[in-house]
């Protein structure tokens, strides 16, 4: 398995640099310069910008050969699924720090960043990244990695489409009482904690439905 995430990464090593170095600069300028409502896309741009190059893992395999060859090694199938899964969350991890150690920089020096609102955004971030995974694997492996750019586009929007709605949904819920074992609680809290809680369940659903497609498909 460390082989297969080695040779992932070799694939992807330069756009992984590069999203880095980007949503370094970018969460920087936010924070020194942004609005507050922009602020909170300062957790948002370093998490989704640095799982962007695990799902390109797929497409450089297509185009260098080595999704083929793979197959003629000592690994099976679930273990190439099982790669491209644990890339998207080692990746999504390093851009998690990323986002925490720029809001903890940017609060030391103006203050004020670091609110229960941010740990929110953090948890929202996250959310948004796994539904990326979520949509992007199943229907790569479905479609085939030569229209990977236009799913990606379309998981971009999807997984975003999908929490702003969610959000809307449950204020509707909250606001008409339906939630009212949850009344006393943080509502924030409530949303966040809870869409992650999906989230990582529709994941796990998500490794299951690409781990089927991929066996049967055919090279």
Not at 64 to 73: A, C, D
Not at 132 to 146: D, S
């Given at each position: 398995m460390s082989g297969l995430l080695l040779t992932n990464y070799y694939m992807v090593s330069r756009s992984f640099w590069g999203y880095l170095a980007l949503s370094v600069l970018l969460s920087a300028l936010l924070i020194a310069f942004g609005s507050e409502s922009l602020v909170?896309?300062?957790?948002?741009?370093?998490?989704?910008?640095?799982?962007?190059?695990?799902?390109?893992?797929?497409?450089?395999?297509?185009?260098?050969?080595?999704?083929?060859?793979?197959?003629?090694?000592?690994v099976n199938r679930?273990?190439?699924?099982?790669?491209h899964y644990l890339l998207f969350l080692l990746f999504m991890f390093v851009g998690m720090l990323v986002a925490a150690a720029v809001f903890i920089v940017g609060d030391f020096l103006n203050g004020g960043l670091l609110t229960s609102e941010t740990l929110y955004t953090f948890?929202?971030?996250?959310?948004?990244?796994?539904?990326?995974?979520?949509?992007?694997?199943?229907?790569?492996?479905?479609?085939?990695?030569?229209?990977?750019?236009?799913v990606l586009i379309i998981s971009v929007f999807a997984a975003l489409a999908l929490f702003f709605l969610s959000s809307w949904a449950f204020e509707e819920a909250?606001?008409?009482?339906?939630?009212?074992?949850?009344?006393?609680?943080?509502?924030?809290?409530?949303?966040?904690g809870g869409m992650l809680a999906i989230t990582l369940i529709l994941f796990l659903i998500s490794f299951v439905v690409a781990l089927g497609i991929y066996k049967r498909k055919e090279f």
């Amino acid at each position: 398995m460390s082989g297969l995430l080695l040779t992932n990464y070799y694939m992807v090593s330069r756009s992984f640099w590069g999203y880095l170095a980007l949503s370094v600069l970018l969460s920087a300028l936010l924070i020194a310069f942004g609005s507050e409502s922009l602020v909170s896309f300062a957790l948002f741009i370093p998490i989704i910008f640095m799982v962007s190059p695990a799902l390109e893992v797929l497409k450089h395999e297509a185009k260098s050969g080595w999704g083929k060859f793979v197959l003629t090694t000592p690994v099976n199938r679930g273990n190439v699924v099982q790669s491209h899964y644990l890339l998207f969350l080692l990746f999504m991890f390093v851009g998690m720090l990323v986002a925490a150690a720029v809001f903890i920089v940017g609060d030391f020096l103006n203050g004020g960043l670091l609110t229960s609102e941010t740990l929110y955004t953090f948890l929202g971030a996250i959310a948004v990244a796994l539904l990326l995974a979520v949509i992007a694997f199943p229907l790569t492996y479905f479609l085939g990695t030569e229209k990977s750019d236009m799913v990606l586009i379309i998981s971009v929007f999807a997984a975003l489409a999908l929490f702003f709605l969610s959000s809307w949904a449950f204020e509707e819920a909250y606001a008409r009482g339906w939630l009212e074992p949850f009344s006393s609680w943080d509502s924030g809290f409530v949303f966040s904690g809870g869409m992650l809680a999906i989230t990582l369940i529709l994941f796990l659903i998500s490794f299951v439905v690409a781990l089927g497609i991929y066996k049967r498909k055919e090279f």
